[in-house]
């Protein structure tokens, strides 16, 4: 996610659930929103986008 520090700063969230279990919808708020619960996960500052687990090494 974006972060109010500026464009080259990105706030990363883990979620419990596959990426394909979110769905992300862009506007003027961009929402994040759990498609098993119709739960919102995230509203606010986009662009947003759901990446699978970084593995590192």
Sequence with gaps: MPSWLGSQV???????????????????R???TCLKTNGTIYSGIGP??????????
């Design 10 to 28: 990105h706030e990363d969230r883990e979620l419990p659930l596959a990426p394909g279990d979110y769905k992300v919808t862009p506007g003027d």
């Design 30 to 32: 961009w929402t994040v």
């Design 48 to 57: 947003v986008e759901i990446l699978r687990e970084r593995i590192t090494a």
